[in-house]
């Protein structure tokens, strides 16, 4: 529990490499994750050579964290492994569509937070790079990820070489519905945002960027619409070329 | 570490309600996990009342589970929230397209692992219910979700009413990758799977089903292509209603 409550995300790493016993226990944390079916439609790409890091570097956006932490996870919905055991079974797979590329994606993800959590209960850091699905195309070609796997998000581990204070969050309340979804008045956003809005960070992210609100940060700045749609080609792209947008029987 | 380690889905639950104290301090951890750009793209929906269970149970293909145990979790991906406040802000959202849809589920699936880990770390049980994708339209009216809300995956937590063994995995290195993909021979392929196809549980099914491969079993039975193909046009449907599909600018 104190892993995760205490999670902050890290960006800066101390050189120290990640002993083999211990970065094997936290992958071994991975592979106890439910997953559909015990399926385990998955795949975890452990890079820790300086030279495939400088090619994956560019597709985080250059974010230092990925030369500095000693290693880069990514994590993949990988069908190709079970595709392949169907066919030396005299199986015939299904499982290049939509859905079958979402349960493993699902399966990946639920891999990676155990993997995050084990890491953090032994004093690692980590960070998630949400970078991974704009750019899957250049992760695929630098992983060499066959048909059949789609990298879905990366995290980067280390030793941390920064204490930042936990970061903050809307109440429980805010993101809880009981029974069934609640939706919120005018005066529920007002007031789920206002701590949020009234942070010190925040008047000077206003400052900084020349804007009126902090939401006008995220949608003109952070996450605005020109990227979001040029990553979601690049992204629908990615799933038919690797063999999940054959939708049709 | 031990409650990652030792996950067992549990499908039998005592009737014991779970304390509110208790269901909120596991939800809070819910809110600790990382999240993209600390936007929080996601809901929680906690049902327990009877009558809204039972008109989830054909949702999730009538599992006795979805009944018997205390609290259904729903997480969904969720931008109305972010959107509402957004147009409070004078801000014009960008997130009605399939990128921001993927985000909000990540954003969705690490809470529902970070949860998880926190039931089972205080002695309740969980399992997941990969039907949320399949249903997607139903559980939406049932729990009258949104334009903005998607339901991407189903906990139910109670208390154990059964302590079955630890279910068997692939080997670590089958899944894992050192600094890029390498991919499988078609010896490795039967040196992943062979441990899993020696099982007497996978001599049972086999029987059972008149097949002649447990692969068979997954292809022709549990994941066919038939339904997978069904539940993806579900679910790209669900994604265009829900207002995820317009993808060009």
């Given at each position: 529990?104190?892993?995760?409550?205490?999670?902050?995300?890290?960006?800066?790493?101390?050189?120290?490499?990640?002993?083999?016993?211990?970065?094997?226990?936290?992958?071994?944390?991975?592979?106890?994750a439910?997953?559909?079916?015990?399926?385990?439609?998955?795949?975890?790409?452990?890079?820790?050579?300086?030279?495939i890091?400088?090619?994956?570097?560019?597709?985080?956006?250059?974010?230092?964290?990925?030369?500095?932490?000693?290693?880069?996870?990514?994590?993949?919905?990988?069908?190709?492994?079970?595709?392949?055991?169907?066919?030396?079974?005299?199986?015939?797979?299904?499982?290049?569509?939509?859905?079958?590329?979402?349960?493993?994606?699902?399966?990946?993800?639920?891999?990676?937070?155990?993997?995050?959590?084990?890491?953090?209960?032994?004093?690692?850091?980590?960070?998630?790079?949400?970078?991974?699905?704009?750019?899957?195309?250049?992760?695929?070609?630098?992983?060499?990820?066959?048909?059949?796997?789609?990298?879905?998000?990366?995290?980067?581990?280390?030793?941390?070489?920064?204490?930042?204070?936990?970061?903050?969050?809307?109440?429980?309340?805010?993101?809880?519905?009981?029974?069934?979804?609640?939706?919120?008045?005018?005066?529920?956003?007002?007031?789920?945002?206002?701590a949020?809005?009234?942070?010190?960070?925040?008047?000077?992210?206003?400052?900084?960027?020349?804007?009126?609100?902090?939401?006008?940060?995220?949608?003109?700045?952070?996450?605005n619409?020109?990227?979001?749609?040029?990553?979601?080609?690049?992204?629908?792209?990615?799933?038919?070329?690797?063999?999940?947008?054959?939708?049709?029987m």
């Open positions: 529990m104190k892993a995760i409550l205490s999670h902050r995300s890290i960006r800066k790493y101390k050189s120290t490499p990640i002993e083999e016993s211990l970065l094997n226990e936290i992958l071994h944390a991975g592979v106890r439910s997953t559909t079916g015990n399926m385990q439609v998955y795949s975890i790409v452990v890079t820790t050579e300086h030279d890091k400088k090619q994956l570097l560019p597709c985080h956006f250059n974010q230092p964290m990925v030369m500095q932490a000693p290693v880069v996870l990514t994590f993949c919905a990988d069908f190709n492994r079970f595709n392949k055991w169907c066919l030396q079974r005299n199986a015939k797979p299904g499982y290049d569509n939509f859905l079958s590329f979402f349960t493993a994606a699902i399966d990946a993800l639920l891999v990676a937070q155990n993997v995050c959590i084990a890491a953090e209960n032994n004093g690692l850091g980590i960070c998630y790079l949400g970078t991974t699905t704009y750019t899957a195309d250049k992760i695929i070609d630098v992983l060499k990820l066959p048909k059949g796997v789609v990298p879905v998000t990366t995290v980067v581990v280390g030793y941390p070489d920064e204490a930042p204070e936990l970061t903050d969050r809307l109440s429980l309340a805010a993101v809880l519905h009981r029974e069934i979804y609640q939706d919120y008045s005018v005066g529920d956003i007002d007031q789920i945002y206002a949020k809005e009234a942070m010190p960070l925040t008047k000077k992210l206003l400052e900084e960027n020349g804007k009126e609100t902090l939401a006008q940060i995220f949608t003109d700045n952070r996450y619409r020109t990227d979001n749609v040029a990553f979601t080609k690049v992204l629908l792209k990615v799933l038919s070329n690797q063999g999940f947008m054959n939708n049709e």
